[in-house]
Structure formats: structure tokens, C-alpha cells
């Protein structure tokens, strides 16, 4: 089992950054590829992004060109780094191992992107 910390979010303006953090600890966080979900209200949790257990990121089409993801297996830590944030991009976020099975959830870190 792996337990999962997400930080980094806040309010941003359109057109603005914010690099999300994922801390993980409990198990053998270099073993997984991790993933970057996110829940916006009234909507499915989606999978936006994931990164190989080596390092080799994957981002969906509705983000591609705008984030990425990397990870530092040293320090448990895996790392949404979102660009040109739009209102869109609203949700809180979450990371997890990929697929998440019956690994739990974090809390998550909101993501406000509002002038």
C-alpha cells in the first residue's frame, strides 16, 4: 500500500503555473508508474497524466502541450508541472499508482484557475 500526499495547488490566473507535488511513502514508490488524476466538481475522476516507474511521461490530449510530469524515485516524489492553466483546469487533484486498484486516495490539492 502506498499513502499519498498531494500539495502545490492554490488559485491561479488564466495563463498562469503551478507545479503540483506528490509525496508517497509505505511502500516501494519506485516500483510504480504513477499517475496525476483529477476531479472536478459534479464530474468522473480523470487521469490526465502518468510517468513509467523509469521515468517516461504520458499526458492526455485535453493537457498535452500545457503540463508534464516527472518523478524523483530518491525522494518518493512525483511532480505535475501545469503551464497555460485555463478555468477548465479547475479540479482537485489527485496522484496515484497506475492502475490504483484498491490503493487509496489521498485528500488531494485544489486547483483554482480564476481571474
Known amino acids: 500500500q502506498v499513502q499519498l500526499v498531494e500539495s502545490g495547488g492554490g488559485l491561479v490566473q488564466p495563463g498562469g503555473s503551478l507545479r503540483l507535488s506528490c509525496a508517497a511513502s509505505?511502500?516501494?514508490?519506485?516500483?510504480?508508474?504513477m499517475g496525476w488524476y483529477r476531479q472536478a466538481p459534479g464530474k468522473q475522476r480523470e487521469l490526465v497524466a502518468s510517468i513509467t516507474n523509469g521515468g517516461t511521461p504520458d499526458v492526455v490530449d485535453s493537457v498535452k502541450g500545457r503540463c508534464t510530469t516527472s518523478r524523483d524515485n530518491a525522494n518518493n516524489t512525483a511532480y505535475l508541472q501545469m503551464n497555460n492553466m485555463k478555468p477548465e483546469d479547475t479540479a482537485v487533484y489527485y496522484c496515484?499508482?497506475?492502475?490504483?486498484?484498491?490503493?487509496?486516495w489521498g485528500q488531494g490539492t485544489q486547483v483554482t484557475v480564476s481571474s
Open positions: 496515484n499508482k497506475v492502475p490504483s486498484l484498491s490503493n487509496p
Open positions: 509505505g511502500s516501494i514508490f519506485s516500483i510504480f508508474r
